[in-house]
C-alpha cells in the first residue's frame, strides 16, 4: 500500500533522479545555495519568491490549473480539477504532472497548491477576492436562480467577464437588489461565489492543452533552392555590415551620456552601409553582446576580441554572430522607440535589455521548426507565443514576435514567416554547448553556400561582374561600387560618386587597380583607370604619417588644407612646400583632412601606405555568462550532480546548517524548539513553527498561540 503523500517533502523524495534533475534545471534557483537534502529544498521550492518566478514559467494550460487550485478548497481531486477547467482528467495529466515536477503542487488524489501562490493569487481568473462577507455556495446558486427571472440576457456576460461591474443605471440597481454585485465604496463588483454560480462551478471556459501552431500561406518556390540560395546571401551581407565596424577606428561614432549610440549616428551608419536601420541594428547589437566593440566613455571602437574574430573563417564569424543574436538579451528592433517612461530607446545600451526576451525568442524558433512549409503570419506566432507565456503583456508579445521575424530575416535565420535551412540548424544549436552550436552552424553555412569566386569579369562601362560568391579578397570591391543586381552572380558599378566616397573614407586607388589586374582575365579598362586616377589627382592625396604628425602632399594640396577652416585646429606648420606638421595625433588629422574635401591616407614611417586593420585593446561589453554556458548564471553546478549531493545530505552524509534546518521543519510543518537571541545577549527557547524563510526573516507561529512573530535568522540557534 502506497504511503499517503503528507508534504511537498513528502512528495519531492517519491521523485527519481530524472526528475529531481528536471526541477532543478526549470528552477535553478533552487539549487543556489546548494540545499543539504530534500527538506530545505521543499521549503525553498515554497518561498514566496521562488514560487513567483516559477509561475512565470507556466504555460496557459498550467496557470489555468493552478488558478483552479487556488479557487479549489485546499485537497481537490484530479476529477474536480479538470471539471473546474471544462477539461477532463486525462486531457490536464501532462499538465499537472508538470506542476508536480515543478514542485508548485503535490499530491495524487487530493492536490494542494504551495501556499504562497494560494494565498498570493486574490484574483484568480477575473474572480474577486475572497471575502468574509461572501455569501455561501447555496446562497449564491439561490441569488443567480432569481437573477435569471429577472435580467437572464446579463448574465452570460457577466459570467465570464471580470469581477469589477461599472455603472449605475437601472441594470446597476437590479443586479444590486438581486445580489449579484455588491457595491465596495464607489466601484461594484461580483463576490466570488456568485460569480462562480454564474459560471456553473467553472473557473475556466475553456482548457487549451496544446500550444496552437504557427499558421500561414505554404510556402513555395518558383526556382528550387532559391530561398536557401537568399539566406547565404542575407548571412554574408550580415557579415559585410559587420566589417563596417572596422570606420570606427577613423570615425568613431560618439556614446550617449546615458549610454548607447545616437540615433544619428545609427541613421548614418546605415545609410553608408546601404542597409535599413533594423538590419544594422541587429547585427551592431550581436556584435555588441559578442563582445566585439566596446567604448571608453566617449567613442565607440572595435574591442581585442574584434582582432581575433577577423581572423576566423567568414562561416565561423556569422557563426558568432548569430549565437550573439539567439542567446542575448536585447532586442534591436525596438531602438528609436520610448520606453514606458518615454524615453527613446537606444541602440548598445540597457534600454533594450528586457528580461526573459532570449527564452520567448527560442520559443518563437522552436514553433517556426514545429511547421514547416508554412510562411506563418505574424498574429498566429503571437498567439503561439502568448500560449506558451500567458502572463506576459500582450503588447510585449506582439513587440517580440515582430522583432524576432525582421531581426531574423537580417541574419539570414529566418525568411518571412518560416526557418532558413540555417534557421533550423540554429534551433538545434541552440541546445548545445557553445562551441558545439558554433562548430554546427558554421558547418550548415560552409555546406550551403556555393565556393567563393576568387576572379571578376570587367566592362568598359565600367561595370564589375563576380560570377559567385565573393571570396574574402575581393570584399574591398564593394567599398568602390554600387550594388546593380545580385543573385547568381553580383554586378557592380563604379560611378563618380562611389569612387569620391571610397577615397575620401581612405582607400587607395592603387590598391585597387593592382587587386582588378589580378582578379581580372582581361586588362583593366582604360576608362576605369583614368576615372580612378583623375579622381585622385582631384581629390588630393594626403600622407598622413606618424612623427609628431607628419603630412606629405603636393604643394597646391597643402595649401587648400592650410586654409581650410576645418584644419584650424590641427596648427599646421609646414616644413617644405609639400610637408607639415601638426601635435595632432594622426586619427584626428584623418579625420580633419577628410572633413575638409580631401582624401588623407594613413602611411608608415616609409611612407607605405599601411594595413587598414589595427589592433585593440578595448574590453568589449556587455559579453553575458550565458555566451559561454547554456546552463545560464544560476545552475552553477550540473543537475546531475547536484541531485546527488542533494541524495547524499538527506542520507546524512552532511551536517545541516542553522538554516537547513529551518528549511527542514518548514517542508516538514513540524514544530520545534527555537533559541532567540534578545538584546541583552540572553537566548529565549520558544517552542514555535517556523511557517516560512525568506530575506533573511524567519516567520514562525508559537506552539499554543494564533499569533506569529518574525525574528532575523542570525539571532535564531538550535539546540
Do not use: N
Not at 503583456?393 to 537580417?410: F, S, W
Not at 597643402?558 to 577652416?565: C, E, G, S, T
Not at 537571541?677 to 540572553?682: I, L
Amino acid at each position: 500500500m502506497t504511503a499517503v503523500i503528507r508534504s511537498l517533502a513528502d512528495s519531492l523524495r517519491r521523485f527519481g533522479d530524472d526528475r529531481l534533475e528536471a526541477l532543478l534545471v526549470a528552477r535553478p534557483d533552487l539549487a543556489s545555495p546548494l540545499p543539504r537534502g530534500i527538506g530545505p529544498l521543499a521549503a525553498r521550492a515554497g518561498g514566496a519568491t521562488s514560487a513567483r518566478r516559477a509561475l512565470e514559467a507556466l504555460t496557459l494550460p498550467e496557470l489555468h490549473l493552478v488558478e483552479a487550485l487556488a479557487v479549489l478548497e485546499d485537497g481537490a481531486s484530479p476529477a474536480q480539477l479538470a471539471a473546474a477547467v471544462s477539461s477532463d482528467p486525462a486531457t490536464i495529466a501532462p499538465a499537472l504532472e508538470r506542476l508536480i515536477t515543478l514542485a508548485v503542487v503535490w499530491g495524487e488524489d487530493e492536490l494542494h497548491l504551495i501556499r504562497p501562490l494560494r494565498d498570493g493569487m486574490r484574483a484568480p481568473a477575473g474572480l474577486a477576492p475572497a471575502s468574509a462577507d461572501d455569501p455561501s455556495p447555496d446562497e449564491a446558486r439561490r441569488r443567480v436562480e432569481r437573477a435569471r427571472e429577472t435580467v437572464p440576457e446579463v448574465l452570460e456576460t457577466l459570467a465570464w467577464g471580470p469581477c469589477a461591474v461599472t455603472g449605475r443605471g437601472r441594470l446597476a440597481e437590479t443586479l444590486l437588489s438581486v445580489g449579484i454585485v455588491v457595491a465596495d465604496g464607489e466601484t461594484l463588483h461580483i463576490p466570488r461565489p456568485v460569480h462562480l454560480a454564474l459560471r456553473g462551478g467553472r473557473v475556466r471556459r475553456t482548457h487549451i492543452a496544446h500550444r496552437p501552431l504557427p499558421a500561414g500561406p505554404e510556402l513555395t518556390e518558383r526556382i528550387p533552392g532559391s530561398r536557401s540560395a537568399q539566406a547565404v546571401e542575407r548571412a554574408f551581407d550580415a557579415l559585410r555590415l559587420l566589417g563596417t565596424v572596422r570606420s570606427f577606428d577613423e570615425d568613431p561614432p560618439g556614446v550617449l551620456r546615458r549610454g548607447g549610440l545616437p540615433q544619428r549616428d545609427l541613421r548614418r551608419l546605415a545609410d553608408r552601409a546601404g542597409t535599413s536601420v533594423v538590419a544594422y541594428a541587429t547585427v551592431l547589437q550581436s556584435a555588441w553582446q559578442a563582445g566585439l566593440i566596446g567604448h571608453d566613455g566617449q567613442e565607440w571602437h572595435p574591442t581585442r576580441d574584434w582582432d581575433a574574430h577577423r581572423l576566423l573563417s567568414a562561416e565561423q564569424r556569422w557563426a558568432e554572430l548569430a549565437l550573439a543574436w539567439a542567446r542575448g538579451h536585447h532586442l534591436a528592433a525596438v531602438v528609436g522607440t520610448p520606453d514606458s517612461s518615454g524615453t527613446g530607446r537606444s541602440l548598445l545600451s540597457d534600454l533594450t535589455r528586457r528580461d526573459g526576451v532570449r527564452t520567448r525568442r527560442s520559443s518563437v524558433l522552436q514553433a517556426l521548426r514545429t511547421a514547416p512549409g508554412v510562411d506563418a503570419t505574424e498574429e498566429s506566432l503571437a498567439a503561439s507565443l502568448a500560449w506558451a507565456f500567458p502572463l506576459v503583456p500582450g503588447e510585449v508579445i506582439q513587440e517580440e514576435t515582430a522583432a524576432v521575424l525582421v531581426e531574423g530575416q537580417a541574419l539570414g535565420l529566418l525568411d518571412g514567416g518560416a526557418l532558413t535551412a540555417l534557421g533550423h540548424e540554429m534551433v538545434l544549436a541552440l541546445d548545445e554547448e557553445i562551441t558545439t552550436a558554433d562548430a554546427r552552424l558554421a558547418a550548415a553555412l560552409h555546406d550551403a553556400a556555393p565556393a567563393p569566386v576568387d576572379e571578376v569579369l570587367l566592362d568598359a562601362d565600367l561595370s564589375v561582374v563576380i560570377p559567385g560568391r565573393p571570396s574574402e579578397r575581393l570584399l574591398p570591391l564593394l567599398d568602390w561600387t554600387e550594388v546593380v543586381s545580385r543573385g547568381g552572380a553580383l554586378t557592380l558599378r563604379f560611378t563618380t560618386s562611389t569612387v569620391r566616397r571610397a577615397l575620401g573614407d581612405g582607400r587607395d586607388g592603387e590598391a585597387l587597380l593592382a587587386l582588378l589586374e589580378g582578379a581580372s582575365r582581361s586588362p583593366v579598362p582604360q576608362s576605369l583607370t583614368y576615372l580612378l586616377r583623375d579622381e585622385q589627382r582631384r581629390h588630393g592625396r594626403v600622407q598622413v604619417s606618424r612623427a609628431s604628425t607628419v603630412l606629405t602632399a603636393e604643394a597646391e594640396v597643402l595649401d587648400l588644407l592650410q586654409v581650410a577652416p576645418e584644419a584650424a585646429a590641427l596648427g599646421l606648420h609646414r616644413l617644405a612646400p609639400t610637408v607639415a606638421v601638426t601635435l595632432s595625433d594622426p586619427g584626428f588629422a584623418l579625420q580633419v583632412a577628410r572633413q575638409a574635401g580631401l582624401s588623407p591616407q594613413a602611411v608608415g614611417p616609409d611612407g607605405r601606405p599601411v594595413d587598414e586593420e589595427l589592433t585593440h585593446s578595448l574590453h568589449g561589453g556587455p559579453v553575458e555568462p550565458d555566451l559561454v554556458t547554456i546552463d545560464g548564471p544560476e545552475l552553477r553546478v550540473p543537475a546531475e550532480e547536484t541531485v546527488a549531493r542533494i541524495r547524499a545530505a538527506e542520507e546524512g552524509g552532511a551536517d545541516l546548517s542553522v538554516t537547513d534546518r529551518l528549511l527542514d521543519a518548514i517542508a516538514r510543518s513540524s514544530e520545534i524548539p527555537l533559541g532567540i537571541v534578545d538584546g541583552r545577549g540572553g537566548v529565549v527557547v520558544k517552542h514555535a513553527q517556523p511557517l516560512s524563510l525568506e530575506g533573511g526573516r524567519l516567520r514562525a507561529r508559537e506552539a499554543g498561540r494564533d499569533e506569529e512573530f518574525t525574528v532575523l535568522v542570525h539571532r535564531v540557534t538550535l539546540g
